[in-house]
């Protein structure tokens, strides 16, 4: 089983539409959480972190479920410039600086 | 503009060719980071430094060489690479702990063509 498993898409949606992205992830002592953004040929961008409690910020929204080590994106009424790939992020200590698993991404194409 | 700067942006190298990536943090962090990105694989750390001393060597083949003379640079050293090295390499930065933060600070990349 992969350590971070998201499906790839591509989603193409139209301009307003909600979107949800789901990402898995295989070590159960997992600590952190996180969704990266990374537009084309740019480089990847923390978008937010993901709590158990569930988070949101303005349009987005996500979700952790520990117990079935899920994590969520949802985005509601897309805009064009949400148009990039979605990078699942998860935390665990490891190393001297902890280490960071990432998963190979969704790809959002939003439409007019 | 980020504040993590990688030059070259692009580089095109021979199989026997030395070159060197070199990355420059302006965001007073402590530890820096190589990433390789290869098209439909998920991001694979490479190197990791903090405070000038690596503390985290993931398995990478020798023809890949990292350098950190102090806590704003990075460079990544390149000798007899293969074709499969082809790839964007992405250099990052962090105030401490990943594993809390989880917060990366990426440069724009540097993208090898090995031919």
């Known amino acids: 089983r992969k350590e971070v498993e998201q499906d790839p898409g591509p989603f193409n949606v139209p301009e307003g539409a909600t979107v949800a992205f789901n990402c898995t992830y295989s070590?159960?002592?997992?600590?952190?959480f996180f969704w990266y953004r990374q537009d084309c040929r740019k480089e990847p961008k923390l978008l937010m972190s993901?709590?158990?409690s569930g988070n949101e910020d303005g349009r987005f929204t996500a979700q952790l479920n520990r117990a079935s080590q899920y994590i969520s994106l949802l985005i509601r009424d897309s805009k064009l410039s949400d148009s990039a790939t979605y990078l699942c992020?998860?935390?665990?200590?490891?190393?001297?600086?902890?280490?960071?698993?990432f998963g190979k991404g969704t790809k959002l194409s939003v439409k007019p | 503009e980020t504040g993590v700067t990688q030059t070259p942006r692009h580089l095109v190298m021979g199989m026997t060719n030395k070159k060197s990536l070199k990355c420059e943090q302006h965001?007073?962090?402590?530890?820096m980071y190589w990433y390789k990105q290869s098209a439909k694989k998920p991001l694979e750390l490479m190197f990791v430094?903090?405070?000038?001393?690596?503390?985290e060597n993931n398995s990478v083949p020798s023809r890949f060489s990292p350098e950190c003379p102090n806590s704003s640079h990075l460079f990544l050293h390149l000798h007899t690479l293969q074709p499969e090295d082809s790839a964007l390499y992405l250099c990052a930065s962090s105030r401490g702990g990943l594993a809390v933060s989880g917060e990366l600070f990426f440069g724009e990349g540097s993208r090898l063509t090995v031919l």
């Open positions: 430094y903090s405070l000038e001393e690596r503390v």
């Open positions: 965001l007073g962090h402590n530890a």
């Open positions: 992020v998860v935390g665990s200590r490891g190393g001297s600086q902890g280490n960071l698993i």
């Open positions: 070590n159960s002592a997992s600590q952190s």
């Open positions: 993901v709590y158990s």
